[in-house]
C-alpha cells in the first residue's frame, strides 16, 4: 500500500506496529517497563507539537507496589487489577499554569502575555494539549515495543490530591498503563468506520 505515496512514508510493518496491529491491552506479561524506556517515552513525546510549545502535560509514573496500590484504590472496579498487574501506569495530568514556562519554551515572542489573565482559556489550552501529549506518549510507547492501556475510569479529584499534592495547578485527566500486553486479555478488535462515514473533503 505505501508505495503509491511519496516521500519517506514508514514500512508497512512500523505501521503495522503503531496502528494497524496494535491493541488496547487488559492484562499484561510479567516483565519490567525500566526507567530507559520511560525517559525514552518521554524524549520522543516532548517532540510533537503543541500549541505555542505550551508543552502543559505533567505525567506521574506509578511503578511501586504502593503508589499501584494506591492508584487502584481510585479506579472503578474494572480497573483495579489492570492498574495493579501493570509494570507502569502513567497519570496524564495538564498545569493550568503552563504559560509561566512559555518565557524558555516559545521564546519568539511574549507567548506568556497571550495566557495571562485568562484562566479559563489556559485550562481549555491545557486540557486539549495534554491530552494530544497522552496520545503521543501511546504512539511512542508503541514505538519503542511496548504495549498501552488507556484508561478513564479513574476518580480524578482523589487522583489530583494525591500524586499532584505537589503541583497545586495541575490537575489529573486519565491514566494509561505501559508495558508487554498479554494477547490473552484481549478480545477481537472491534470495528472501525471508513473514511466516508465521519470525513468530507470540501
Known sequence: MTEQFH??????????QLFNEARTYNGWLDKDVTDAQIHHIYDLMKMAPT??????GR?????????????????SDGNKDKILAAPATVIIGYDIDFHEELPWLFPHTDAKSWFEGDEEGRKEGAFRNSALQG?????AARAI???CGPMSGVDLD?????F??????VRADWICSVGYGDPSTIFDRSPRPDFGKFNKVV
Open 59 to 75: 505525567f506521574v509514573w506509578v511503578r511501586s507496589d504502593d503508589a499501584k496500590a494506591k492508584l487502584s484504590e481510585m479506579a
Open 135 to 139: 496520545a503521543y506518549l501511546i504512539m
Open 7 to 16: 516521500g519517506n512514508v514508514l514500512a508497512d510493518s512500523a505501521l503495522d
Open 158 to 162: 482523589a487522583v489530583t490530591e494525591h
Open 145 to 147: 515495543g511496548l504495549d
Open 51 to 56: 500549541s505555542a510549545n505550551m508543552q502543559p
Open 164 to 169: 499532584f499534592a505537589d503541583q497545586p495547578r
